[in-house]
Protein backbone atom coordinates (compact mmCIF):
# COMPACT_ATOMS: atom_id res chain seq x y z
CA UNK A 1 0.00 0.00 0.00
CA UNK A 2 1.05 3.32 -0.66
CA UNK A 3 2.40 5.46 2.16
CA UNK A 4 1.66 8.64 0.57
CA UNK A 5 -1.35 9.39 -2.00
CA UNK A 6 -1.70 12.91 -3.49
CA UNK A 7 -4.43 12.07 -5.90
CA UNK A 8 -4.07 15.81 -7.81
CA UNK A 9 -1.65 15.73 -10.23
CA UNK A 10 -2.59 18.67 -11.30
CA UNK A 11 -4.21 22.10 -9.96
CA UNK A 12 -4.54 25.52 -10.79
CA UNK A 13 -5.69 28.83 -9.14
CA UNK A 14 -6.49 31.88 -9.71
CA UNK A 15 -3.81 34.66 -8.33
CA UNK A 16 -4.74 35.50 -4.67
CA UNK A 17 -7.22 32.83 -4.45
CA UNK A 18 -6.79 30.06 -1.70
CA UNK A 19 -5.67 26.42 -3.05
CA UNK A 20 -5.97 23.24 -1.04
CA UNK A 21 -3.53 20.42 -1.89
CA UNK A 22 -4.80 17.27 -1.17
CA UNK A 23 -2.52 14.36 0.72
CA UNK A 24 -4.03 10.95 2.63
CA UNK A 25 -1.17 8.73 4.39
CA UNK A 26 -0.90 4.77 5.56
CA UNK A 27 0.64 4.47 9.06
CA UNK A 28 0.13 1.85 12.05
CA UNK A 29 2.94 3.78 13.97
CA UNK A 30 1.30 6.27 16.66
CA UNK A 31 4.58 8.56 15.88
CA UNK A 32 5.21 10.47 12.60
CA UNK A 33 5.72 13.58 10.91
CA UNK A 34 4.35 15.22 7.80
CA UNK A 35 5.98 17.38 5.77
CA UNK A 36 5.56 19.81 2.64
CA UNK A 37 7.99 20.34 -0.10
CA UNK A 38 8.08 22.70 -3.08
CA UNK A 39 9.98 22.46 -5.92
CA UNK A 40 10.07 24.67 -8.50
CA UNK A 41 11.21 24.67 -12.16
CA UNK A 42 14.87 25.32 -11.17
CA UNK A 43 14.46 21.78 -9.04
CA UNK A 44 16.10 22.33 -5.85
CA UNK A 45 13.41 21.02 -2.77
CA UNK A 46 12.26 23.69 -0.89
CA UNK A 47 11.06 23.08 3.12
CA UNK A 48 7.79 24.57 3.52
CA UNK A 49 5.89 22.98 6.59
CA UNK A 50 5.75 20.07 9.43
CA UNK A 51 3.22 18.62 11.44
CA UNK A 52 3.76 16.20 14.31
CA UNK A 53 1.18 13.50 15.06
CA UNK A 54 1.23 14.47 18.87
CA UNK A 55 0.59 18.04 17.61
CA UNK A 56 -2.66 19.52 19.09
CA UNK A 57 -2.38 22.01 16.38
CA UNK A 58 -2.55 23.16 13.09
CA UNK A 59 1.29 23.86 11.51
CA UNK A 60 1.03 27.30 9.61
CA UNK A 61 4.05 28.83 8.23
CA UNK A 62 3.31 32.62 6.66
CA UNK A 63 0.70 31.44 4.09
CA UNK A 64 1.02 28.27 4.32
CA UNK A 65 -0.67 26.34 6.85
CA UNK A 66 -1.47 22.11 7.13
CA UNK A 67 -4.82 20.99 7.66
CA UNK A 68 -4.24 17.79 10.07
CA UNK A 69 -6.70 15.34 10.22
CA UNK A 70 -5.86 12.52 11.82
CA UNK A 71 -8.81 9.81 11.80
CA UNK A 72 -8.80 10.72 8.35
CA UNK A 73 -5.12 10.65 8.34
CA UNK A 74 -5.55 13.42 5.95
CA UNK A 75 -2.66 16.54 6.06
CA UNK A 76 -3.54 18.85 3.18
CA UNK A 77 -1.22 22.14 2.45
CA UNK A 78 -3.74 25.05 2.06
CA UNK A 79 -1.52 27.97 0.57
CA UNK A 80 -3.75 31.21 1.14
CA UNK A 81 -3.26 34.48 -1.37
CA UNK A 82 -1.85 32.68 -3.98
CA UNK A 83 1.11 34.13 -5.92
CA UNK A 84 2.34 33.46 -9.18
CA UNK A 85 5.63 32.05 -7.66
CA UNK A 86 3.68 29.32 -5.75
CA UNK A 87 3.42 27.85 -9.36
CA UNK A 88 6.16 25.06 -8.48
CA UNK A 89 5.12 21.22 -7.89
CA UNK A 90 4.15 20.44 -4.37
CA UNK A 91 5.39 16.74 -2.13
CA UNK A 92 3.66 15.72 1.17
CA UNK A 93 6.25 13.86 2.86
CA UNK A 94 5.73 10.72 5.76
CA UNK A 95 8.21 9.98 8.29
CA UNK A 96 7.53 7.30 11.02
CA UNK A 97 9.17 7.10 14.34
CA UNK A 98 10.31 3.71 13.79
CA UNK A 99 13.62 2.43 16.27
CA UNK A 100 15.58 1.84 12.86
CA UNK A 101 14.78 3.35 9.37
CA UNK A 102 13.88 6.67 9.58
CA UNK A 103 12.48 6.65 6.24
CA UNK A 104 10.48 9.55 4.40
CA UNK A 105 8.05 8.26 2.40
CA UNK A 106 6.67 10.87 -0.25
CA UNK A 107 4.07 10.93 -2.51
CA UNK A 108 3.99 11.41 -6.42
CA UNK A 109 3.26 14.97 -6.01
CA UNK A 110 1.00 17.88 -7.55
CA UNK A 111 1.46 20.36 -9.78
CA UNK A 112 -0.03 23.71 -9.24
CA UNK A 113 -0.30 26.53 -11.28
CA UNK A 114 -1.25 30.08 -10.66
CA UNK A 115 -2.79 31.82 -13.09
CA UNK A 116 -2.64 35.65 -13.51
CA UNK B 1 23.49 28.33 5.98
CA UNK B 2 23.54 24.30 6.00
CA UNK B 3 24.76 22.85 2.86
CA UNK B 4 24.29 19.70 0.93
CA UNK B 5 25.87 19.20 -1.96
CA UNK B 6 25.95 16.86 -4.94
CA UNK B 7 29.08 16.65 -6.91
CA UNK B 8 27.50 17.36 -10.34
CA UNK B 9 24.69 18.99 -11.49
CA UNK B 10 24.11 17.13 -15.35
CA UNK B 11 26.42 13.77 -16.04
CA UNK B 12 26.47 11.97 -19.19
CA UNK B 13 27.44 8.52 -19.33
CA UNK B 14 27.40 5.25 -21.54
CA UNK B 15 26.07 2.14 -20.89
CA UNK B 16 27.79 -0.19 -18.93
CA UNK B 17 30.02 2.22 -17.46
CA UNK B 18 30.38 2.28 -13.48
CA UNK B 19 29.19 5.89 -12.06
CA UNK B 20 29.44 7.74 -8.83
CA UNK B 21 27.22 10.22 -7.55
CA UNK B 22 28.90 12.40 -5.07
CA UNK B 23 27.29 13.78 -2.12
CA UNK B 24 28.53 15.79 0.66
CA UNK B 25 26.39 17.71 4.02
CA UNK B 26 28.05 19.81 6.15
CA UNK B 27 25.26 19.88 8.89
CA UNK B 28 26.78 16.75 11.14
CA UNK B 29 23.47 14.74 10.37
CA UNK B 30 23.57 11.20 10.97
CA UNK B 31 21.05 10.03 8.17
CA UNK B 32 21.79 10.45 4.41
CA UNK B 33 19.51 9.39 1.58
CA UNK B 34 19.54 9.09 -2.07
CA UNK B 35 16.66 9.61 -4.16
CA UNK B 36 15.40 8.79 -7.70
CA UNK B 37 13.01 11.32 -8.88
CA UNK B 38 10.52 10.44 -12.11
CA UNK B 39 7.92 12.77 -13.97
CA UNK B 40 4.80 11.14 -12.48
CA UNK B 41 6.61 8.69 -10.03
CA UNK B 42 7.38 11.48 -6.95
CA UNK B 43 10.56 10.57 -5.22
CA UNK B 44 11.79 6.83 -4.67
CA UNK B 45 14.42 5.49 -2.26
CA UNK B 46 17.42 4.06 -3.02
CA UNK B 47 19.35 3.85 -0.46
CA UNK B 48 20.02 5.69 3.22
CA UNK B 49 22.54 5.50 5.81
CA UNK B 50 21.27 5.95 9.48
CA UNK B 51 25.50 6.16 10.61
CA UNK B 52 29.05 6.07 9.18
CA UNK B 53 28.89 2.16 7.34
CA UNK B 54 25.68 1.75 7.68
CA UNK B 55 23.42 1.27 5.20
CA UNK B 56 19.63 -0.03 3.98
CA UNK B 57 18.13 -0.74 0.99
CA UNK B 58 14.87 1.36 -0.17
CA UNK B 59 12.34 0.93 -2.64
CA UNK B 60 14.50 0.33 -5.74
CA UNK B 61 17.66 -0.78 -4.76
CA UNK B 62 18.63 -3.00 -7.85
CA UNK B 63 21.07 -1.93 -9.81
CA UNK B 64 22.58 0.77 -6.98
CA UNK B 65 25.02 0.53 -4.59
CA UNK B 66 26.43 2.98 -1.62
CA UNK B 67 29.27 4.45 0.51
CA UNK B 68 29.87 5.66 3.14
CA UNK B 69 32.86 6.04 5.07
CA UNK B 70 32.92 9.55 6.66
CA UNK B 71 29.75 11.06 8.09
CA UNK B 72 29.80 13.79 5.70
CA UNK B 73 29.84 11.96 2.43
CA UNK B 74 27.17 9.79 0.80
CA UNK B 75 28.14 8.18 -2.40
CA UNK B 76 25.70 6.15 -4.64
CA UNK B 77 27.04 4.23 -7.36
CA UNK B 78 25.83 2.79 -10.83
CA UNK B 79 28.21 -0.73 -11.13
CA UNK B 80 26.97 -1.09 -14.82
CA UNK B 81 24.63 2.19 -16.02
CA UNK B 82 21.86 1.29 -17.73
CA UNK B 83 19.53 3.61 -19.94
CA UNK B 84 16.28 2.84 -17.68
CA UNK B 85 19.05 4.68 -14.98
CA UNK B 86 18.92 7.50 -16.98
CA UNK B 87 16.72 9.85 -14.13
CA UNK B 88 17.24 12.93 -11.65
CA UNK B 89 18.97 11.75 -8.24
CA UNK B 90 18.61 13.80 -4.98
CA UNK B 91 20.25 13.50 -1.89
CA UNK B 92 19.06 14.25 1.31
CA UNK B 93 20.35 14.36 5.08
CA UNK B 94 18.48 14.44 8.52
CA UNK B 95 18.83 13.98 12.39
CA UNK B 96 17.40 11.02 13.60
CA UNK B 97 13.69 10.80 14.73
CA UNK B 98 12.28 11.67 17.10
CA UNK B 99 11.93 15.59 15.49
CA UNK B 100 10.54 17.48 13.23
CA UNK B 101 13.95 18.01 11.11
CA UNK B 102 12.95 17.79 7.40
CA UNK B 103 15.50 16.63 5.29
CA UNK B 104 17.86 18.91 3.27
CA UNK B 105 18.29 18.31 -0.60
CA UNK B 106 21.14 19.10 -2.30
CA UNK B 107 20.42 20.43 -5.80
CA UNK B 108 20.13 17.17 -8.13
CA UNK B 109 22.06 15.43 -10.32
CA UNK B 110 20.43 14.79 -13.74
CA UNK B 111 21.83 11.91 -14.90
CA UNK B 112 21.64 10.84 -19.04
CA UNK B 113 23.13 7.34 -20.34
CA UNK B 114 22.68 7.18 -23.48
Known amino acids: AQKITQTQPGMFVQEKEAVTLDCTYDTSDPSYGLFWYKQPSSGEMIFLIYQGSYDQQNATEGRYSLNFQKARKSANLVISASQLGDSAMYFCAMREGKITGNQFYFGTGTSLTVIP | DVKVTQSSRYLVKRTGEKVFLECVQ ?77 LHFGNGTRLTVT
Open chain 2, 26 to 102: DMDHENMFWYRQDPGLGLRLIYFSYDVKMKEKGDIPEGYSVSREKKERFSLILESASTNQTSMYLCASATPWPGGSP
